[in-house]
Structures are given as structure tokens and as C-alpha cells.
């Protein structure tokens, strides 16, 4: 089903490689932050998370990057997997005034084969 | 755990018709969060509750949306009357402590609201 925009970027890898989808937040006071995956028909769903006080923290598979210098985060994705195939979404939190999650537009990943 | 569960999956109504979206959220957690997704704005917050209070409701797009929390275990997303450009799908999702920050969201599958 329909779930994202028609001009997503897209990066596209061989099964095997590792991964790596940018996202560059917007706001300074955001403290929290994550990382979702969108596959087709369904809802965003929760990979990983960093807080601001962190720089780098790692799951099974995946990492995550925080540069807040130049206000940027990043999913590193090992061996991926034809099941990772999906629109992959950053979301901050900002510290103040609303604190709900805010996301980006996001990165579709296609896996070949 | 049955995760966040939406109903109903996909809706098909006239425009000028009333439509109610309807929202579980995960048993323990305190906040719910109503989003929309559109191809061309992506994930817009509609409006969030903490302990079914209505915290932010400044993302509902006019007086033609409105959302209640009567209880901690359900919500509704209603509009009224319906207009084309509404079709999108509607998300519900609810963590164990929004709007303080800190707690990830966890999502439903959405309904998939089509207005003709």
C-alpha cells in the first residue's frame, strides 16, 4: 500500500553490504532521537534510538550516529537483507515548546538480490 | 502484546460525509498521538494526549477535525464533514511517556481514509 512520497531518495545496495541512510535534523534544541522503518501497507516501526547525550549506540545489525555539530544522524545497517527492504524515517524531539516527534521525509532502501 | 490497533483498516466515504477513526493504544502506555501520512507532507502530528488530556492539538488541520480520549485504552479521530483532500492514511500511535521526550512511539497500521 501506499505509505510515502513519489520523490523519495533512494538508495539502492546488493544484499550482503552494509548500508548507510543519512538524515539531517533541523532543530538545535532536539534531544532525542529515532529511527523507523516503513514497510509497505504498514505503520512506521521502531529500529533504534540515541539521545543527545550520546554520539553513536549500536542494536543488532544496526547503528546509529549522532553528529550534532552539523545536526546530523545516520543508520548504518550490516549485511543487509532483502527484508530490509522498506522507507526508512528519522524523528526528533524537540526539547522544547511542542515535544512530539517530528520526522523527515525519508530514504527508501531497495536490497538486490 | 497487540500493539496499537486501528479501525478500520481502510474507509471509502462521499465527501460532505461524517468519518470516525478509532484508536487502541498499548495497555500501560500514557500518551497517543494521531499523525497523517500524505505523498506530499510525509507524517504530520495531528494532535497528541498525556493521560488523555489533549496536550497539542495545533497539527488538526481545522474545525472539521476533532479527536476525544474518553479513556486511557481508546481514542477517536472524527471529520466532519469529510472533503477529498483529506484522503491520506491516519495513524494512531502511543508510547509510555510522550511529550516529555525520551520514549519511543509505537505505531498502528494506520487506516486508509479515501474521500470521493
Known amino acids: 500500500g501506499e505509505s510515502v512520497g513519489l520523490h523519495l531518495p533512494t538508495l539502492s545496495v546488493q544484499e550482503g553490504d552494509n548500508s548507510i541512510i543519512n538524515c539531517a535534523y533541523s532543530?538545535?534544541?532536539?534531544?532525542?532521537f529515532i529511527w523507523y522503518k516503513q514497510e509497505s501497507g504498514k505503520g512506521p516501526q521502531f529500529i533504534i534510538d540515541?539521545?543527545?547525550?550520546?554520539d553513536k549506540r549500536q542494536g543488532q545489525r544496526v547503528t546509529v550516529l549522532l553528529n550534532k555539530t552539523v545536526k546530523h544522524l545516520s543508520l548504518q545497517i550490516a549485511a543487509t537483507q532483502p527484508g530490509d527492504s522498506a522507507v526508512y524515517f528519522c524523528a526528533e524531539n524537540i526539547a522544547t515548546g511542542r515535544r512530539a516527534l517530528t520526522f523527515g521525509s525519508g530514504t527508501r532502501l531497495q536490497v538486490q538480490p | 502484546d497487540a500493539g496499537v490497533i486501528q479501525s478500520p483498516r481502510h474507509e471509502v466515504t462521499e465527501m460532505g460525509q461524517e468519518v470516525t477513526l478509532r484508536c487502541k493504544p498499548i495497555?500501560?502506555?500514557?500518551?497517543l498521538f494521531w499523525y497523517r501520512q500524505t505523498m506530499m507532507r510525509g507524517l504530520e502530528l495531528l494532535i497528541y494526549?498525556?493521560?488523555?488530556?489533549?496536550?497539542?492539538d495545533s497539527g488538526m488541520p481545522e474545525d472539521r477535525f476533532s479527536a476525544k480520549m474518553p479513556n486511557a485504552s481508546f481514542s477517536t479521530l472524527k471529520i466532519q464533514p469529510s472533503e477529498p483532500r483529506d484522503s491520506a492514511v491516519y495513524f494512531c500511535a502511543s508510547s509510555l511517556r510522550g511529550g516529555t521526550g525520551g520514549s519511543p512511539l509505537h505505531f498502528g497500521n494506520g487506516t486508509r481514509l479515501t474521500v470521493t
Open positions: 495497555s500501560g502506555h500514557n500518551s
Open positions: 532543530n538545535s534544541a532536539s534531544d532525542y
Open positions: 540515541i539521545r543527545s547525550n550520546m
Open positions: 494526549f498525556n493521560n488523555n488530556v489533549p496536550i497539542d
